[in-house]
């Protein structure tokens, strides 16, 4: 396939990349900084654009095959998640390709024996409040993209710990947040990128949301 990747310098778009190249993809990395692009390991499949992905065309998006949201945000830009979701949906209402594929965050994700939202917990804790913009503008993309049913579209949630590491045994879910055998809701970067590339390459879900987590 061509794999679009917005925020391919982050630490879930560097994880991606590298995984879609290792697999014989083709991979069109998207950042704002020629530095960090550059810095990607070289491969004859990768393809560089330093860009803003709001500026990306229709014609750019339809030359690949997938396009992966993994753009990472400053707090105070938070709105952003939404913002470009709304705008890439925009572009492709009815279109055939691309496919599309949101890394959301784990705050939309339900938990204990109320399954009320995650986010609802950071919220809950002062400690949060710098950072909580982030994860309540990735509910609001979420909220968004359940309404769209004429674009093919998957969103991907980690665990409460999103974190880089190498890939792990992994566990599936759906809308509840996952913890492993001692309690621990952590997903690393590698088992991200792992999860990413199996439902492109075979695609169970569409038009919903899953997440993943370290077993």
Do not use: C
Request: no cysteine.
């Amino acid at each position: 396939m061509k794999i679009m990747i917005i925020g391919a310098t982050g630490m879930a778009g560097s994880a991606i990349t590298k995984l879609a190249l290792e697999r014989n993809h083709t991979v069109v990395a998207i950042g704002r900084s020629e530095e960090k692009l550059a810095a990607l390991p070289a491969n004859p499949n990768l393809q560089t654009k330093a860009k803003d992905a709001f500026d990306l065309t229709l014609s750019e998006l339809q030359a690949v095959d997938v396009v992966v949201d993994a753009m990472a945000t400053s707090p105070d830009k938070a709105y952003r998640h939404v913002d470009l979701a709304t705008k890439l949906i925009a572009q492709l209402r009815e279109q055939q390709r691309p496919r599309l594929l949101f890394i959301l965050g784990a705050g939309s994700l339900t938990t204990g024996d109320d399954q009320h939202l995650f986010v609802h917990d950071i919220e809950s804790n002062p400690a949060n409040a710098a950072f909580v913009a982030i994860p309540q503008n990735q509910l609001a993309e979420l909220t968004f993209l359940r309404t769209v049913t004429n674009v093919d579209w998957v969103g991907i949630s980690p665990a409460t710990n999103f974190t880089a590491g190498p890939a792990t045994p992994a566990q599936y879910g759906h809308d509840t947040l996952l913890t492993n055998t001692t309690g621990e809701s952590v997903t690393n970067s590698g088992t991200m990128a792992v999860a990413v590339l199996n439902e492109l390459e075979t695609p169970k879900h569409h038009q919903e949301r899953f997440t993943v987590a370290n077993q």
